[in-house]
């Protein structure tokens, strides 16, 4: 019998708990009255709904959808919608919570809310994803709308499904109401700047870290996970910055090349190659679990959730870890990462140029109008900027991790505002 490799061993962590365990310790921090910390712990609306699409084979096949609601404290939820088979209500709770802080933390003025449907995109026709992104619009219209509950792309979904939830809800609706979703083709009123904003984001929270810790970019080495949407923009505009890639990876395995790999090569190898990095040259092939362990300076985990966790954090070399992915540091890794004295940028604040460029393109479609891509990068440079000078200087008054100070920023802020608004 031949040799079975075992899979990898990470923390099995659920992801509301996981969450709700960062909540926990910041809010102890903020001395959270023992009320609002119950309010703000549960989500205000939790829909799930059926769905039953005809098949293109004539069949009718039942899907299930949900749809949470964290907040609405600081204004209309905002959050992505997940087509994937391991979609479930815990995990869609966990992912809303998450926008609430990710959008306090950067101060724009939006609540949370995630979505999913529990389907294998993969597997079904560009028909079928269609009957079925509109049966869920139909079920959720009055969950959704401009001033409500706005969604946006996640795993699994792109333009092409917000296209039709946009056209949906506007046939619903009796108008065309196309700010009801961000994450748009540009023609139906995306923003400019929105493809590229999650690695931007990523690229100005990873310069003003190494700048704090006195990394000059033009020496710094960096390994980047994942080399999607995130991963890949990152790379770009880190080396456009003057440091060097010297590790990327994406699903076919991990690519090294100490002397810093052409990332603009790599990018149009991957897009020749169907979305794949096998086989591209110059480099030696590792493992994704040998990169988080490279020797570099900075680590950029931009795939997926839990990648750092209790068993490999203590190998971790780089000085800096800046989350593109959410959640791929588990709770039970923190410490180890903090002990170890490792810088983390969070998730909710390396990778909330997405949701703030989403607002941009918000903001564009209520007035009507259609900003430059300049006037896009300007404005989300300077609210990230900001957003991290000021995590910065709670963990340093707080002493704690930027993790927590993140979530005590957004914790405090939303707290804030919901003394003002009151309740029953
Ligand atoms: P994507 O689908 O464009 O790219 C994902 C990349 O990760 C691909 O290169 C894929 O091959 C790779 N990957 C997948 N599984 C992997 C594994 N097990 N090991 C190594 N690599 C793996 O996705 P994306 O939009 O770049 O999102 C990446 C992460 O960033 C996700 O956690 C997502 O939730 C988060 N995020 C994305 C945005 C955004 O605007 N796209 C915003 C905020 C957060």
Known sequence: MGYIEPAPIKDKENPFESMMSRFRIAAQHLGLDDEVYDVLKSPTRQVIVSLPVTMDDGSIKVFEGYRVVHSTILGPSKGGVRYDMDVNIDEVKALA?????????????????????????????????????????????????????????????????????????????????????????????GSLGRTEATGRGVMITALAAMERLKINPYQAKIAIQGFGNVGSWAARLLEERGASITAISDLSGAYVNEKGINIDDAIAYRDKNNGSLEGFAGVAKITNEELIELDVDVLVPAAKEDVIHSRNAAKVKARLIVEGANGPTSAKADSIVNDAGIMAVPDILANAGGVTVSYFEWVQNRLGYKWTGERVNRRSDRIIKTAFNNVYRVSQEYNVSLRIAAYIVAIDKVAKTYKYRGGF
């Open 97 to 189: 919570a998450w926008m609430t802080w990710k959008c306090a933390v950067v101060d724009i003025p939006y609540g949370g809310a995630k979505g999913g449907i529990r389907c294998n995109p993969r597997e079904m026709s560009p028909g079928e994803i269609e009957r079925l992104t509109r049966a869920y619009t139909q079920e959720m219209h009055e969950v959704f709308g401009p001033d409500r509950d706005i969604p946006a792309p996640d795993m699994g979904t792109g333009p092409r499904e917000m296209a039709w939830l946009m056209d949906e809800f506007s046939r619903a609706r009796g108008m065309t109401i196309n700010s009801v979703v961000t994450g748009k083709p540009l023609v139906l009123g």
